[in-house]
């Protein structure tokens, strides 16, 4: 299958340009370490309706369809909470644009709670996983993943008790008309590839097959966080092996030729264990210099005071690299992340959901 020119085609360009060229990042150098004292940009992301707890993030791709509201550049952010901060109970979904204006690109009915499932796909389909709960956010509802179109509509609503067991978090490998979409479900500690196809105009949006490929993943409610499981997804196209950041095992692993594989493959191999700087990982990206990003959550192995909410970079070999603070309180402010790549540079952005803000970084060219 021929791989489109879009996002995951650029981002891996990016990636192929670092590992073969000795630019000014290099191949060992950290990502993290670069990112200044002060992000560009600190923006709220609290909307009209108070949806707070800010999970997901995904950057608008640069060949995105036109016609909607979406431009390249922007970033997406999915709400877990609703103003009355109850987890589970978030609807919207705001834009970011490149200037900082914050919009609602998407409010959903109530009964929502979305997750830090989110993704952008080049023909203006957006994904949003849905963790609903009741009670003042003690009782789980069935879960779903959101299809959204390009002007913010529901144009369709996922659901599989067994392979979309809550959507936590997701990854896309983008090749215009057809897309694999990985996604990690914190209910059933498992890891599910949906093999999907879209029109040209952007108004279909056909799941052609759902297969799961991993599984074994500790996973479980907790008082605490809600919910622990599999979260962090990360696809590197070269070596075609998808990373797994697993917050209860506390783990990152990797599983191995995911795209087209049919069979579920356990939890995959561990490459990155360490007690001393990981803590509950959750967001996870793959960066352009080939090292991983995770976020600390700190509901598994929380860090001493002072250390907690902390980004943590280290190589697919299992190296510890670097590490940067998203909020110096305490734990579970640190959870989504997302990179947006270009030829003029690249932006790094992490929520801290503590403060409902989104902290935007930018990053000179790669070459």
Do not use: C
Not at 1 to 10: E, F, N, P, R, S
Not at 54 to 72: C, H, K, Q, R, T
Not at 260 to 286: A, E, M, W
Not at 334 to 360: K, M, P, Q, S
């Amino acid at each position: 299958m021929k791989l489109g020119i879009t996002t995951i085609a650029l981002s891996a360009l990016l990636l192929s340009e670092v590992a073969n060229a000795d630019d000014k990042h290099g191949q060992n150098g950290s990502i993290l370490g670069q990112l200044p004292t002060s992000p560009e940009r600190i923006v709220p992301t609290v909307p009209s309706n108070g949806d707070q707890n800010p999970y997901g993030v995904a950057f608008v791709p640069n060949f995105i369809a036109p016609g909607g509201l979406l431009e390249p550049g922007d970033i997406l952010v999915s709400n877990f909470n609703g103003s009355a901060n109850f987890q589970g109970t978030g609807t919207t979904i705001v834009k970011i644009s490149k200037t900082g204006q914050l919009s609602v690109f998407f409010q959903g009915n109530p009964g929502l709670g979305l997750t830090t499932a989110l993704g952008v796909l080049s023909r203006g389909f957006v994904l949003g996983g849905n963790l609903p709960t009741t009670d003042n956010g003690s009782t789980i509802g069935p879960t779903s993943l959101l299809v959204i179109n390009k002007h913010g509509k529901l144009v369709k609503t996922l659901s599989d008790p067994t392979l979309l067991a809550g959507p936590w978090d997701l990854t896309v490998v983008d090749e215009g008309f057809f897309a694999q979409i990985f996604v990690s479900n914190v209910l059933s500690g498992t890891v599910t590839r949906l093999d999907v196809s879209m029109d040209f105009d952007g108004d279909t949006f056909t799941v052609n097959r759902k297969t799961q490929i991993a599984s074994g993943y500790v996973h479980r409610t907790d008082p605490a966080a809600l919910v622990v499981g599999p979260t962090g997804l990360a696809y590197d196209l070269f070596h075609d092996v998808l990373y797994v950041a697993s917050t209860g095992d506390n783990e990152i692993f990797a599983i191995s030729h995911p795209l087209f594989t049919n069979k579920d493959n356990g939890t995959g191999k561990v490459i990155y264990q360490d007690s001393t700087h990981l803590h509950g990982p959750l967001g996870l990206v793959l960066a352009p210099n080939g090292h991983l990003i995770t976020a600390n959550g700190d509901a598994v192995n929380p860090g001493p005071a002072g250390t907690q909410n902390l980004l943590v970079e280290f190589t697919p070999s299992g190296q510890f690299v670097s590490q940067f603070q998203v909020d110096p309180g305490p734990g579970g402010g640190a959870f989504g992340l997302a990179i947006g790549f270009g030829f003029e540079g690249f932006r790094f952005a992490a929520v801290d959901d503590d403060a409902n803000t989104l902290e935007i970084f930018q990053l000179p060219p790669i070459f």
